[in-house]
T-cell receptor, first 113, second 114 residues
Framework: AQKVTQAQTEISVVEKEDVTLDCVYE???????LFWYKQPPSGELVFLIR??????QNEISGRYSWNFQKSTSSFNFTITASQVVDSAVYFC??????????FGAGTTVTVRA | ETGVTQTPRHLVMGMTNKKSLKCEQH?????MYWYKQSAKKPLELMFV???????ENNSVPSRFSPECPNSSHLFLHLHTLQPEDSALYLC?????????????FGSGTRLTVV
């Protein structure tokens, strides 16, 4: 069975602050993918990143960065210098040998001007 | 503009009504999915279609009936729903079921059952 835990329900920050979203996963598969999606108020889930289980390199894309640590089964996401447009619900997800995409409960990020 | 289009965006229906949700994608994907997103809960996978064949039904009540006439279109037929069925229903697609590809999601249909 697979499980994704996002312990933070809501995070509120002031613009330009950094915010880190935690994601811890459980799986017995040796090959799996981890994802982060953003859900703005409009509703659609926007794909942000996919990382496979064999690639533990951290990744940076603009103000976004991801820290994958297999030893702690974590795939954390940091937004640097947050902006109001970053306000959304962020979901961490896992897809393993059963090819199902299992989502965490999501973290609501509110960036105040 | 998302590659997956869902209509309607909002739907209010009575418990005795029959309605349908529509999902359309022209991404060349062969797998399509229905997810239910209720408040404060993780997204729940409802149905999976791969090459037009239903491959998964996650114990969804029979008042939800999916239909996939071709790889580009997916419907969710609704009848005699309950108030607890009120949720955001999201459609997604991927290249095919048994790959670890990224999914493309639609904007969802916000359903309210009164």
């Amino acid at each position: 069975a697979q499980k994704v835990t996002q312990a933070q329900t809501e995070i509120s920050v002031v613009e330009k602050e950094d915010v880190t979203l935690d994601c811890v996963y459980e799986t017995r598969d040796t090959t799996y993918y981890l994802f982060w999606y953003k859900q703005p108020p409009s509703g659609e889930l926007v794909f942000l990143i996919r990382r496979n289980s064999f690639d533990e390199q951290n990744e940076i894309s603009g103000r976004y960065s991801w820290n994958f640590q297999k030893s702690t089964s974590s795939f954390n996401f940091t937004i640097t210098a947050s902006q109001v447009v970053d306000s959304a619900v962020y979901f961490c997800a896992l897809s393993g040998g059963d090819y199902k995409l299992s989502f965490g409960a999501g973290t609501t990020v509110t960036v105040r001007a | 503009e998302t590659g997956v289009t869902q209509t309607p965006r909002h739907l209010v229906m009575g418990m005795t009504n029959k309605k349908s949700l529509k999902c359309e994608q022209h991404l060349g994907h062969n797998a399509m999915y229905w997810y239910k997103q209720s408040a404060k809960k993780p997204l729940e996978l409802m149905f999976v279609y791969n090459f037009k064949e239903q491959t998964e039904n996650n114990s969804v009540p029979s008042r939800f009936s999916p239909e996939c006439p071709n790889s580009s279109h997916l419907f969710l037929h609704l009848h005699t729903l309950q108030p607890e069925d009120s949720a955001l229903y999201l459609c997604a697609s991927s290249q095919e079921r048994r790959t670890l590809n990224s999914y493309t999601f639609g904007s969802g249909t916000r359903l309210t059952v009164v």
